[in-house]
């Protein structure tokens, strides 16, 4: 094949000596009396590593690596009496690069881990203990996508989001577990309040128990039914907006080829240096724009 794809990390874990290891970053002393050490230290002696530590091997260092990533990892290690540790070999010696392209575990992937934790016959008190919290926190982890409609669980899929946002969308039918999912992802907004003010404009008819008023603190029934209302006023809008999108679109292409042809036009752009360079100027900022989105921001401005 002409195109290739490049392996960022070796194919083998390698067991490397502590000592080998030179730190890019040494943990603050505030780091190592974090709750996040403490979760790993209780991870670790629980179940051990499961995640190997990122280097680097430096020709030039005779052997030695670049810790990439994983120094509180290595810290717990060193606290533990371990002289080894098992590594990942990147090609990159870049920590940002590394950083970049990793997504950290997810609300929906930690539920995963610990359904398949369950499954392997992992009691539900030593996943507690592994990462330090409660285990009514783990029950409701374990939990967590019940009720849940498969849409709306795939946008959520790579998204930290607090369990609580689960329980309100539980509250709603899946086509509007979906609309709710997708509100927020466009938003870019996971939090609480929100999910709560998207179930208070839901109509009784798409909520999961219609018979059951919905109760929210800080929202009287009266502001409930205007939310309901402004959000049936809002789809109605968008559809419209939806259906015109297209030749929208391309009036604006249009008229942008349009002006692009008046400006380059020398007696034209003569007049208006003359008569009208403001709107010389306007002219010429729609003419040079690249997409549609600039194309909006220039015009709104």
């Known amino acids: 094949m002409a195109d290739k794809i490049n392996i960022g990390f070796d194919h083998d874990i390698l067991d490397i000596s502590i000592k080998d290891i030179i730190y890019t970053k040494p943990p603050t002393q505030a780091a190592l009396r974090s709750k996040k050490y403490q979760q790993i230290l209780a991870s670790i002696k629980a179940v051990g590593i499961i995640e190997p530590l990122v280097v680097y091997m430096e020709e030039t260092l ?3 690596y670049i810790l990439l990533d994983g120094h509180l990892r290595i810290e717990v290690l060193k606290s533990l009496g371990e002289t080894e540790v098992q590594c990942l070999g990147s090609k990159d010696n870049e920590a940002f690069t590394y950083n970049k392209h990793i997504n950290r575990l997810s609300t929906v992937q930690e539920h995963k881990m610990i359904l398949r934790a369950i ?11 592994a990462l330090r919290v409660d285990i009514q926190s783990i029950r409701k982890k374990k939990k967590l996508l019940e009720g849940i409609c498969p849409e709306a669980a795939e946008i959520f899929k790579d998204k930290i989001i607090g369990i ?14 979906t609309e709710a999912a997708m509100l927020m992802n466009d938003a870019n907004i996971f939090t609480v309040p929100y999910a709560k003010a998207l179930l208070a404009a839901t109509p009784n008819d798409f909520l999961a128990n219609p018979a059951k008023p919905k109760k929210i603190k800080g929202i009287t029934e009266e502001q409930m039914r205007r939310m309901e209302l402004e959000m049936q006023s809002l789809d109605r809008e968008f559809k419209l907006v939806e259906e015109s999108y297209g030749q929208d ?14 400006v380059e036009n020398r007696n034209i752009r003569k007049y208006l240096v003359v ?3 403001s709107l010389l100027e306007q002219f010429e900022k729609i003419a040079e724009i690249q997409s549609l989105n600039q194309e909006m921001e220039e015009v709104a401005i």
């Not at 539980?170 to 509007?176: A, N, S």
């Not at 009036?251 to 042809?261: D, E, I, S, V």
């Open 62 to 64: 005779n052997g030695k």
């Open 119 to 129: 499954e392997r016959g992992v009691p539900e008190e030593k996943i507690a203990e």
């Open 164 to 177: 609580e946002v689960f329980q309100i969308l539980k509250r709603m039918k899946p086509v509007r577990q």
């Open 275 to 277: 008569n009208h360079p």
């Open 249 to 262: 679109v391309l009036n604006l292409t249009l008229a942008k080829g349009y002006l692009a042809k008046l």
